[in-house]
């Protein structure tokens, strides 16, 4: 079973930057594709980010293009999530999730491993 811890949320004003980290454990990091999704309140979860199994693709949201990048240490089992230019609409819950096979998906229900969820609050 994978277990998914994410950290890094907070507090930040438009136009900073945060970083958010997700730690993997119980599987071998380099079989798993990492993926960010977000929820916002009131709102359906959406597919922020994901990165391949190597680290050498990356797929973003339009929403986020340019701004945020993700990125993954297999040495460390974590992925990342730098958030720059931060706008109010940014603010959501953010969770790590992860899947099986390497295809790009971008839906939810492709994904079978989530972590908890930190949250990210943007201020205008």
């Known amino acids: 079973q994978v277990q998914l811890i994410e950290s890094g949320g907070g507090l930040v004003q438009a136009g900073g930057s945060l970083r958010l980290s997700c730690v993997a454990s119980g599987r071998a990091f380099i079989t798993l594709t990492m993926g960010w999704f977000r929820q916002a309140p009131g709102k359906e979860r959406e597919f922020v980010a994901m990165?391949?199994?190597?680290?050498?693709?990356?797929y973003y949201a339009d929403a986020v293009k340019g701004r945020f990048t993700i990125s993954r240490d297999n040495a460390k089992n974590t992925v990342f999530l730098q958030m720059d230019s931060l706008k109010p609409e940014d603010t959501a819950v953010y969770y790590c999730?992860?899947?099986?096979?390497?295809?790009?998906?971008?839906?939810?229900?492709?994904?079978?491993?989530w972590g908890q969820g930190t949250r990210v609050t943007v201020s205008s």
């Open positions: 990165v391949t199994r190597g680290g050498f693709g990356q």
């Open positions: 999730a992860a899947k099986d096979d390497p295809v790009l998906r971008t839906t939810t229900r492709e994904y079978g491993y």
